[in-house]
Every structure is written in structure tokens, then in C-alpha cells.
């Protein structure tokens, strides 16, 4: 039982980390494209 | 402790707007210091919060049934998930500028009708890749949307490799934040709900 709770425990943070991170994986490039930024 | 002490003191719908505000303090602490980014957190902050409609469509019973205080009526969502995708998009989009102190400047190669056209593909990949991952794959709501967001992300990177080195750097900033903020937004968002889908 306990396993199973780690488990589940460990995937409930795996794909929040994952949601998160690539949140910003995405929006990072999107803000730049979509209003013409650039640092050069 | 301290969550067993909230839960007790704590009304049960506050804790998703608590662990939204905890977010909101990053959020912040960059629109403060940084004024030259304060417009573009604002403009894409307004334009990412219009995702916390998603909530109804994609979250809500497939992912978890969170207590709004502010919920909306007829829809299964509240005025939590658009604040939290307004607080998500301004520090996604300025995340990487803010700790590496970039300043950014008007100097696409793209007029604004090609980048019109690149964010609208993006959005259009973004949208397959969910429901592709979702219905073909059988993958869960929340990675099914985070492969979106990678796919989507992969799609602007077409246009402009010179973004791929801070794209990557944001999605590890990001980690950072969540790993900061992330334990204590979980705590006061997520005891109170149920969560019905795992990976």
C-alpha cells in the first residue's frame, strides 16, 4: 500500500514538474515570436 | 504542521486562491524590479490567462476537482484558473530575461503578419498534439497538455533557433520556481481536491 502510494505520490509530481516546466518551455519562445522581440 | 494548522483556521475553498497568490509573489517581485518587461508581462500575462477557460474543457474531473472561491457560473472552472495562467504566462515569458538581466529590444526578422501566421500554427500544433496525445495515445489531461506545450514551443524554435538556448534554460528556471514555490502552492491547492487521473 504504501508503495503504491509512493508511486502514485512520485507521478503526481512527476507531471506537475513536467506541466510546469513545459509551460515555460513554450510560452518563453511564444512571447518573443509574437511581439518581435529579440536580446541582439 | 503547518498544512494540518491552515486546514484547521483555513475555509477549504481559500486554499486554491492561496496557493495562486503564492505563484502571484514571483510574478511580482519580476514586474517590480524589472520595468523595462512590466508591458510584455502584462500583454502576455492578459492573453495566457484566457487559458484558464481550459480548466472546464480539459482539468476539471479528468485531472482534479479543485474548491474555487471565485467560481464562475455554469462553467467548471473559477476565477482562480484564470489568475493562475495569468500569473504563469508573465514569469514563463520573462523568466529567463529576468534572472540573466537580458534586455530585450524590437528586432524581428518577421513583420508582424509572418508572426501572426507563426503564432497561429503554433497554437494549431499545440491543440493537435493535445487531443492526438489524449484520444490516439491515451495519455493523461496534464501530460497530454505538456507535450502541447512542448510541441508548440518546438514549432517557434523552427522560426528562431536563436531561442532555443533560453527556451531550455526557462523550462530548467521553471523547475527552480515550482521547486520554490511549487511545494507550498501544492500544499494549499491541491489536499483539499481530488485528483483523479495519474500518468
Known amino acids: ?40 | 504542521m503547518l498544512l494540518l494548522l491552515m486546514n484547521m483556521v483555513i475555509p477549504d475553498q481559500y486554499f486554491y486562491l492561496l496557493g495562486t497568490l503564492i505563484l502571484g509573489i514571483f510574478w511580482l517581485v519580476i514586474f517590480l524590479i524589472r520595468r523595462d518587461l512590466r508591458k510584455q508581462m502584462l500583454k502576455i500575462s492578459t492573453i495566457i490567462s484566457l487559458f484558464g477557460l481550459t480548466e472546464h474543457f480539459w482539468y476539471y474531473g479528468k485531472y482534479w476537482t479543485p474548491v474555487w472561491l471565485f467560481k464562475l457560473p455554469y462553467l467548471n472552472a473559477g476565477l482562480e484558473d484564470f489568475l493562475l495562467c495569468f500569473f504563469y504566462g508573465g514569469i514563463a515569458a520573462a523568466l529567463y530575461e529576468f534572472v540573466f538581466k537580458v534586455h530585450l529590444r524590437k528586432n524581428s526578422k518577421y513583420k508582424a503578419a509572418k508572426r501572426e501566421k507563426i503564432v497561429f500554427l503554433t497554437l494549431l500544433v499545440a491543440l493537435t498534439t493535445v487531443y492526438f496525445c489524449e484520444y490516439f495515445l491515451g495519455i493523461g489531461i496534464i501530460f497530454s497538455t505538456g507535450w502541447a506545450t512542448v510541441a508548440g514551443g518546438l514549432v517557434l524554435l523552427f522560426f528562431r533557433k536563436d531561442l532555443l538556448r533560453p527556451s531550455i534554460i526557462n523550462f530548467g528556471l521553471m523547475l527552480g520556481v515550482v521547486c520554490l514555490s511549487g511545494k507550498a502552492q501544492q500544499d494549499c491547492s491541491f489536499p483539499l481536491c481530488t485528483r483523479t487521473s495519474g500518468i
Open chain 1, 1 to 40: 500500500m504504501s508503495h503504491l502510494s509512493g508511486v502514485f505520490i512520485g507521478g503526481v509530481l512527476l507531471e506537475e514538474y513536467f506541466w510546469h516546466a513545459s509551460m515555460a518551455f513554450g510560452i518563453g519562445p511564444l512571447f518573443e515570436v509574437a511581439f518581435g522581440y529579440s536580446d541582439r
